[in-house]
């Protein structure tokens, strides 16, 4: 079974574009979040997707946004970039918890932006 | 609020064990992860622990104490290849959401 999978896994912009993240889950999972690593903050929850809706959403300024699609897959932008944007963006997947699973996070390689 | 703490860093010897506290705050509790970070790689699923006691899984271990908050990681046998960054991380109640520690960043020396 192919893992989640995130394009492109580098990129670099400069402040005041804008950029768009793709994430592809597992099989089957329905439910897919994005977090923000850096190294002074550890992984930041931005947003969670479930059925195509928004369920959750992190400290983040509006300009962080995502959606979901059918198919579960996912994507998030991040409108008018700051310096402090760089960071490695992680998707991640999980069925749903409930019996027999615990709803464990399976993630991305990541995507790395880094805003000049 | 929901707070988890852990230990910035930690270093042990090759075939010892090393012990990775955690302590949480959460309002409600589902239960308690604990995922493994190579550097530059993505975190992995190590272990869950929802109710009090060890988990023990080859090497790794978990624990839980719901009413002190509290939970630890042991592992024993220490190999090399165990230097990463142990993230503890915790599911917020009503779902759609889990919080993360900073992460303990593990040196195995030879």
């Known amino acids: 079974k192919a893992g989640v999978t995130q394009t492109p896994r580098y990129l670099i912009k400069t402040r005041g574009q804008q950029v768009t993240l793709s994430c592809s889950p597992i099989s089957g999972h329905r439910s897919v979040s994005w977090y923000q690593q850096t190294p002074g903050q550890g992984l930041q929850f931005l947003f969670e997707y479930f059925s195509e809706t928004q369920r959750n959403k992190g400290n983040f300024p509006g300009r962080f946004s995502g959606r979901q699609f059918s198919n579960s897959r996912s994507e998030m932008n991040v409108s008018t970039l700051e310096l402090g944007d760089s960071a490695l963006y992680l998707c991640a997947s999980r069925l749903t918890p409930g019996t027999g699973n615990t709803g464990e996070l399976f993630f991305g390689e990541g995507s790395r932006l880094t805003v000049l | 609020g929901q707070n988890i703490d852990q230990p910035t860093e930690m270093t042990a010897t090759e075939g010892a064990i090393v012990q990775i506290n955690c302590t949480y705050q959460?309002?409600?509790?589902?239960?308690l992860f604990w995922y493994q970070q190579h550097a530059g790689e993505a975190p992995t699923f190590l272990s869950y622990n929802v109710l009090d006691g060890l988990e023990e899984k080859g090497r790794f271990s978990s624990f839980l104490s719901r009413s002190k908050g509290y939970s630890y990681l042991l592992l024993k046998e220490l190999q090399m290849k165990d230097s990463a960054s142990y993230l503890c991380a915790v599911p917020v109640t009503g779902g759609f959401k889990t919080i993360f520690g900073a992460g303990t960043r593990l040196f195995v020396k030879a």
């Open positions: 959460t309002s409600g509790f589902n239960g």
